[in-house]
């Protein structure tokens, strides 16, 4: 499936400092976690619903799935202090 290029995507340096904290458990995946937080971000900048998530993303149930897991232990704020002290948000 061909991939679009989203303005809410991720830079590649956004990506260095946050795949250190996502990706603690090296392991297969189908989506690479950055594929999921560009889901994400989308549908925070656009403020679609989830099931309007366009096809190119991951299905909306697995970015749901990571944004609660992610939102419960607190590794979204986290991450938006990290990039924000840093410059790169």
Not at 44 to 70: A, H, I, N
Not at 73 to 83: A, C, P, R, T
Request: net charge positive; with cysteine.
């Amino acid at each position: 499936m061909h991939k679009t290029n989203y303005p809410t995507n991720l830079t590649d340096k956004q990506w260095q400092v946050m795949e250190k904290y996502l990706d603690s458990q090296k392991r297969k995946r189908k989506h690479s976690l950055r594929e999921i937080f560009n889901a994400l971000l989308y549908l925070l900048k656009t403020g679609c619903q989830w099931r309007m998530l366009p096809l190119d993303f991951p299905k909306w149930e697995l970015v749901y799935y990571y944004c609660s897991r992610w939102k419960g232990d607190d590794v979204l704020e986290e991450l938006n202090d990290i990039l924000r002290n840093m410059g790169v948000w």
